[in-house]
């Protein structure tokens, strides 16, 4: 069956601009989070940030697509299609936020004129972004955005694979952003979600997540390319447990990994390493632990990428897959020094070193707000 091979991808996070900066920082471990402070009222709010290097958070109203635009370009550069291939190709993208951050700019100076202006006036359109992004390129194939949270950009990587699969489609150009705005931000600080000593995944001291950037791009077509990742197995299934929490007895997380497993023809014994969501929240931690001893009887080493970039909600499964394809490709996993060294009370521990790995299948997870679950499952082999 066709399945989805990764020809080509760009990335930024605030580790670097593109992926090899991307990939040269991994060995470091997760850098200190920064703080933005954030209008609220007649007062401010500090939040913990990890913020795109090398674009401060100026000029907001171009700040997204100085962001973007140079990483699509990375990925269609790399992925080797001639100018009639990316003109059929269809088009995935995949955010939380979309361009919130552009509507809050335009509002902010809509204030300096009229005090009483009336805030997001200029509309945020579901489809508005992903239409910039089909005319800036020349795309005249099909889009789609996708907005399920935090599993957004690793559901539009199954889409794709699935129109791929029926032959609809020969490539597709995947995208996942998420730009700072201040909706998300005092969204989060009114929960009291997030840490500001850093993301500690299953570790004793989590307290939360720290708000990040991403500007992702993949193309993927039904053919190999220069990478030897493909997707080989995918699940999306819903939580009705709550809102805002996946069931903390794991048994909706386990049931998605299974289906994923299932879809790759694979066992768990055939996955090499696991890339947890690992939000650093106390249910979400409790829920994912549990779904992973659920499903895993030996526990293979275990990946949280998050502590290195933030959490990009949106663009997580996209710009999380990229980095763990980077590493797997060069051969070693990432280390998170200190952070759950040992099992704890969740009983999971974080791989420590930057390990050799070889090519064979990884087991990829996102559980995103308002329970929306999905597992991915790729092969380099």
Partial sequence: MRRAWFLGAGLHTTLGRGL???????????????????????????????LLADLPLEDVGTRLWRALEPVVEEAIAASGLTPAELERAALFLGS??????????AYAQDLLVDPDARPLMANVAMGGLADTLRRRFGLRGPDFTVNTACTSSANALIYADAMIAEGLIDHALIVGLEIFNVITALGFQSL??????????FDPARAGLVLGEAAAALVVGAAPG????????????????????ANPDGTTVAAVMRQALADAGL?????????????????????????????????????????FIGHTFGACGLAELLLVCAA??????????????????LGLALNQTWAPVGRGAFLLNYFGFGG????????ND
Wanted: charged fraction near 15%; proline fraction near 12%; hydrophobic fraction near 40%.
């Fill in 226 to 245: 220069p990478s030897r990742f493909r997707l080989i197995g995918g699940a999306n299934l819903c939580d009705t447990h709550a809102v805002s929490a």
């Fill in 192 to 201: 009291a979600l997030l840490a500001p000593n850093g993301m500690r995944p």
């Fill in 96 to 105: 939380s936020s979309l361009d919130v951050s552009v509507s809050e700019a």
């Fill in 328 to 345: 797997a490709e060069a051969g070693r996993l990432p280390p998170h020094p200190g952070i759950s060294a040992t099992p704890g009370d």
């Fill in 372 to 379: 929306n679950n999905t597992s991915l499952v790729l092969a």
């Fill in 20 to 50: 090899p900066a991307n990939l040269a920082a991994l060995p470091a471990g997760p850098p200190e989070p920064g703080f933005t402070d954030v209008p609220l009222g007649e007062g401010v709010e500090r939040t913990p940030t990890m």
């Fill in 267 to 307: 066992t768990t014994s055939d996955i090499l390493a696991v890339k947890a969501h690992g939000t650093a929240s106390l249910l979400n931690d409790e829920a994912e632990a549990a779904g992973i001893q659920q499903v895993f009887d030996d526990i293979p080493p275990l990946l949280a990428m998050k502590p």
